[in-house]
């Protein structure tokens, strides 16, 4: 499936659950048309993880996941050799005897030792066409690693000294995300198309809702959806992101719950809320007084 113009972006992806504004798909159409990666950068819970995995769905495209890490290098996120079975191989042969230096290294270092990390499975062909390649939370990374995707993105091609260099016939479709606890580098950025994902209004927030717990009445999702909101507008250490809003009615729902309470958000604010310091805020009459303001904000039905 091909998405020929921006509307079909927003169709495709909403047929897989993920509603999205037309900024957002414009950048997504851009960046399948011109086959450029899509850096998408946010708060935390806003959705950029989950537009790859649409978008892959949506496409029919196999999804590759590198979960960046501090200390995450350049070989853990390409390839490794499996050392185990290269000295069961090297026991096997001088248990038989008689094995050439020169070929049983040859064979060590052959593909069939080979254990495939993220960006060199998205250099091989797949089913179905070119794979989405998701760089999840690159800020969690640090320079030397950037610089290696720097080269790694702009000819889709790895090197492994013992096999050479392998390219990829058809590049990838690279979706980049970040937290933005750090900055990344200008020269990575440059290379990509931008967004900024930010948390979503009210009605498409009601729209994600909707479509991730459908089983919630929308009384009960217009009273989740303006708390959310409101509790947003807190000074909090962590801000709630579009998954504590989808998880915390799936809580309510599992507790049948037809209407918020201050009891109610007090006994389910771990669901919403994971710092204990940002609980504390919500204590005593701070929950009832959030409710009522958000009840007040609420549209007309």
């Not at 998405?3 to 079909?8: T, V």
């Not at 070989?75 to 042969?93: D, G, H, K, L, P």
Request: hydrophobic content about 45%.
């Amino acid at each position: 499936m091909a998405f020929n113009d921006i509307d079909a972006v927003q169709a495709g992806l909403g047929d897989q659950g993920y509603i999205c504004g037309r900024s957002l798909a414009t950048v997504v159409f851009l960046a399948l048309r011109l086959g450029r990666p899509l850096f998408l950068e946010g708060e935390a819970g806003t959705g950029k993880t989950e537009i790859a995995k649409a978008l892959a769905l949506a496409l029919g495209r196999r999804l590759i996941r590198l979960q960046c890490y501090e200390g995450l290098d350049a070989s853990s996120a390409v390839y490794e050799w499996n050392f185990a079975e290269q000295m069961i191989a090297i026991r096997t042969a001088e248990a038989v005897g008689g094995a050439d230096r020169a070929s049983l290294k040859s064979e060590l270092f052959s593909e069939d030792y080979l254990i495939e990390r993220p960006l060199l499975q998205a250099m091989r062909p797949q089913p179905g066409g070119a794979p989405i390649l998701l760089i999840d939370e690159l800020d969690r990374t640090d320079a030397p690693f950037e610089a290696f995707l720097l080269e790694a993105l702009s000819d889709f091609q790895v090197t492994i000294p013992e096999l050479g260099t392998i390219k990829a016939a058809e590049p990838p479709i690279v979706i980049l995300t970040s937290n933005r606890t750090r900055e990344v580098h200008d020269a990575l950025k440059r290379r990509c198309l931008y967004h900024w994902v930010d948390y979503p209004d009210y009605d498409r927030e009601i729209a994600i809702l909707q479509s991730r717990a459908p089983a919630a009445s929308a009384a009960l999702s217009a009273e989740v959806v303006a708390f959310v909101q409101r509790l947003r507008q807190e000074d909090l250490y962590k801000k709630p992101g579009v998954a504590e809003t989808i998880d915390w009615a799936k809580c309510l729902l599992a507790l049948d719950v037809v209407n918020l309470s201050p009891a109610v958000i007090s006994d389910t604010l771990g669901a919403i809320l994971k710092y204990q310091d940002d609980i504390q805020k919500l204590q005593n009459h701070a929950a009832s007084r959030l409710l009522d303001e958000a009840r007040a904000n609420l549209p007309p039905a």
